[in-house]
């Protein structure tokens, strides 16, 4: 642990600073959060831009975020057509970025689950890492609000993640992350199809397989308090089902590619 952070795959270049940061938060019905989460961000790490990345919220949490953003030039809006699902707010948020030139784009939810004020430790810390995710499992997090069914549920899916994929990352579900805009050109965004925890998941084992330097910093992780959650039995039957099938495509890799000699299977970027 260094200053905080588990660092889980260590590379030894040098990163160039990172000057131009996005926070994206992808919205669906979150007009009791919006404005509250991107003040509190604008607060906190006055020197990033927020992405509000809204799917047509019947709600009108996408006009609350045109009002914001009409205020403040830091804070942008994405209308996307309809309800398209987690991955695909954040792979929109991802292009968003790389189109404009950002160095580093962060992983946010609207709820206040991810608390902001914990955003200059992930940032800080992204400074000597690729991907950076606020972990509720390593040393130091806290988890505020969960029943015991959803505390085991995730907890196991993760130690699941972990042993399945062989990736030593202990919250591979976390939601609250950093990254190098560099380690997304380098992974096959086009072949990401998951949503919800697999998504996250998926987005791991992409920049793990990579060789990517990823550190975890421990966060409190607080149960939202306004609006409905949108988590359900069916990410969850989809997460355990994707982790399984990802977990056969590497252990074929690896044996064919161990048969023909060819090394261990992983690419690295440069």
């Not at 549920?153 to 805009?181: E, F, I, K, Q």
Request: include cysteine; proline fraction near 4%; aromatic fraction near 6%.
């Amino acid at each position: 642990m260094v200053g905080g952070a588990v660092v889980v795959r260590a590379r030894v270049e040098r990163r160039a600073p990172l000057r131009r940061v996005l926070v994206v938060i992808p919205t669906y019905n979150e007009a009791d959060n919006v404005t509250s989460i991107v003040a509190r961000v604008r607060a906190a790490a006055p020197e990033v831009d927020v992405l509000v990345a809204d799917d047509a919220s019947p709600d009108g949490t996408g006009v609350l975020a045109d009002a914001l953003a009409a205020c403040d030039g830091q804070v942008h809006v994405l209308h996307r057509a309809g309800k398209e699902g987690l991955g695909a707010a954040y792979l929109a948020g991802f292009a968003w970025a790389r189109e404009r030139g950002y160095d580093a784009v962060v992983e946010m939810d609207a709820d206040g689950s991810h608390a902001p004020e914990d955003l200059p430790r992930l940032l800080a810390a992204a400074a000597d890492a690729d991907v950076v995710i606020g972990s509720r499992w390593c040393r130091g997090a806290r988890v505020v609000g969960w029943p015991l069914r959803r505390l085991l549920l995730s907890r196991c899916g993760n130690l699941y993640a972990r042993m399945a994929l062989g990736m030593p990352v202990t919250d591979a579900t976390g939601g609250y992350r950093v990254y190098r805009l560099a380690v997304l050109d380098a992974v096959d965004l086009g072949s990401v199809c998951s949503q919800g925890y697999s998504f996250q998941v998926e987005l791991s084992r992409l920049a793990h397989r990579a060789g990517a330097r990823i550190v975890e910093v421990p966060i409190t992780f607080s149960e939202r308090q306004r609006g409905a959650s949108k988590m359900s039995g069916l990410i969850v039957a989809e997460a355990l089902w994707r982790v399984s099938v990802w977990a056969v495509q590497d252990r074929r890799t690896a044996w064919r590619r161990g048969l023909h000699g060819t090394g261990d299977g992983q690419v690295r970027w440069p």
